[in-house]
């Protein structure tokens, strides 16, 4: 029997973008409820899901990164790291979450961190304010921003998610 292998060098983002929002959707799948992906159809959302046990409907965007490493950071200790936008700080809907993926290379091992927007959304403001307040100079105005999940029991200069607290928490209630 073959294997098919590929240079994984080569991935492009829109392809580390599908493999994490398939991934998310047979999680679900495999948990009893119905999902869909928007196909770039609803903006700020990837997947919309019914729970069938409850009538409840949900909404998810999907972060997906690829090779990320724990990093410890001077300023944010020791996690994991997604890019977000300045529009995230805003966004504080009961109804929608987040999942961010981490593909772990080289073999491919997927960890999921499922966190209601409005904890995504006061992370990415307080993190923003936090760094620009140790700065010692000037800086320009970006609209990008971080997620960070912690990896340790410390103590965070901030507020941090824990993965303890997200990883596989599927249960959308």
């Not at 409840?56 to 977000?84: D, I, Q, R």
């Not at 979450?97 to 966190?115: A, Q």
């Not at 507020?159 to 607290?165: F, H, I, K, S, V």
């Amino acid at each position: 029997m073959k294997t098919l292998t590929t240079n994984t060098t080569e991935l492009d983002k829109n392809s580390i973008s599908l493999a994490g929002e398939f991934a998310v959707l047979s999680q679900l799948a495999l948990r009893g409820y119905d999902a869909n992906l928007t196909l770039g159809h609803t903006k700020g959302v990837d997947i919309l899901i019914s729970n069938p046990k409850t009538n409840k409907m949900f909404k998810m965007e999907v972060k997906t990164s690829y090779k990320n490493v724990p990093t410890t950071y001077k300023l944010f200790g020791h996690c994991l790291a997604w890019v977000m936008g300045e529009k995230n700080e805003n966004i504080a809907d009961q109804n929608l979450f987040y999942c961010f993926v981490n593909i772990e290379h080289p073999d491919y091992k997927f960890r999921f961190f499922i966190i209601p927007s409005a904890v995504v959304a006061k992370y990415v403001k307080e993190q923003h304010q936090y760094w620009i307040s140790t700065r010692t100079e000037d800086v320009e105005t970006t609209t990008m921003r971080q997620f960070r999940i912690g990896l340790e029991e410390t103590k965070y200069n901030i507020d941090t998610p824990l993965a303890r607290d997200y990883e596989d928490m599927w249960d959308l209630s």
